[in-house]
């Protein structure tokens, strides 16, 4: 079975999902063997305005559900509280496509370490120089990250994948789609815990 996520690097409800998709893939049990492809959604892409005061502290509370829903870490300190920050999800989402074209057994991993580094470690993952400090923590080259994030063919593939996601009538993360029997099925839209996924999924499995 082939496992499409559509999420944003940049979405509180897509790093909650991700403990419950990185259960599934390591142990798929009855719905074995399972292949993941990741598409960029686009949650704020190309924001150029700064976040207006206050802004932070009401998504935060969005961020406390996301902690009680799943037991998460996240920073009491964040990116979003500096002066002049642009919530722009692009950039995080195009090192993550630059990722899946150039290093696509590393992708799963390095977009978990993006959420990591913004919600548990409070880091600003809108800057390029952050971007490549998590490429580089997960043991991709540097200066070959940076070469991929800047191309204008990695740019247009990130177009490309925000359009897909519209395309599928897809407005809210994360998604999640199975392709099975030749056919696409949203399984997930929105946060789903583990064992509600496993269900979904085994429906869509063949009986024997």
Same mark, same amino acid.
Request: hydrophobic share 45%; net charge negative; aromatic share 10%.
């Given at each position: 079975?082939?496992?499409?996520?559509? *999420?944003?690097?940049?979405? #509180?409800?897509?790093?909650?999902?991700? =403990?419950?998709? #990185?259960?599934?893939?390591?142990? &798929?049990?009855? $719905?074995?063997?399972?292949?993941?492809?990741?598409?960029?959604?686009?949650? /704020?892409?190309?924001? $150029?305005?700064?976040?207006? &005061?206050?802004?932070?502290?009401?998504?935060?509370g969005h961020w406390k559900h996301v902690h009680e829903a799943t037991g998460l870490p996240f920073a009491s300190e964040t990116?979003?509280?500096?002066?002049?920050?642009?919530?722009?999800?692009?950039?995080?989402?195009?090192? $993550?496509?630059?990722?899946?074209?150039?290093?696509?057994?590393?992708?799963?991993?390095?977009? =978990?370490?993006?959420?990591?580094?913004?919600? *548990?470690?409070?880091?600003?993952?809108? /800057?390029?120089?952050?971007?490549?400090?998590? *490429?580089?923590?997960?043991?991709?080259?540097?200066?070959?990250?940076?070469?991929?994030?800047?191309?204008?063919?990695? /740019?247009?593939? $990130?177009?490309?994948?925000?359009?897909?996601?519209?395309?599928?009538?897809?407005?809210?993360?994360? *998604?999640?789609?199975?392709?099975?029997?030749?056919?696409? %099925?949203?399984?997930? %839209?929105?946060?789903?815990?583990?064992?509600?996924?496993?269900?979904?999924?085994?429906?869509?499995?063949?009986?024997?």
């Amino acid at each position: 079975m082939n496992l499409i996520y559509v *999420a944003d690097p940049m979405c #509180s409800w897509c790093y909650g999902f991700g =403990k419950t998709l #990185s259960a599934l893939l390591a142990d &798929p049990r009855e $719905t074995a063997p399972l292949q993941l492809a990741l598409i960029m959604g686009g949650l /704020r892409p190309y924001t $150029t305005e700064p976040m207006a &005061p206050g802004r932070a502290d009401e998504i935060l509370g969005h961020w406390k559900h996301v902690h009680e829903a799943t037991g998460l870490p996240f920073a009491s300190e964040t990116a979003m509280h500096q002066d002049g920050f642009v919530y722009d999800t692009e950039p995080a989402s195009r090192a $993550t496509i630059a990722v899946r074209t150039h290093w696509p057994q590393h992708v799963w991993r390095y977009f =978990k370490a993006v959420q990591q580094a913004f919600y *548990a470690e409070g880091k600003d993952v809108t /800057r390029p120089e952050v971007l490549a400090d998590v *490429a580089e923590a997960v043991g991709l080259p540097r200066s070959n990250f940076a070469n991929a994030f800047a191309a204008e063919a990695t /740019r247009e593939a $990130t177009r490309a994948d925000f359009a897909q996601s519209q395309a599928w009538g897809i407005r809210g993360f994360p *998604a999640l789609i199975a392709e099975a029997n030749g056919e696409l %099925h949203l399984v997930a %839209h929105g946060y789903m815990p583990e064992d509600e996924l496993r269900q979904r999924l085994l429906q869509l499995v063949p009986s024997a």
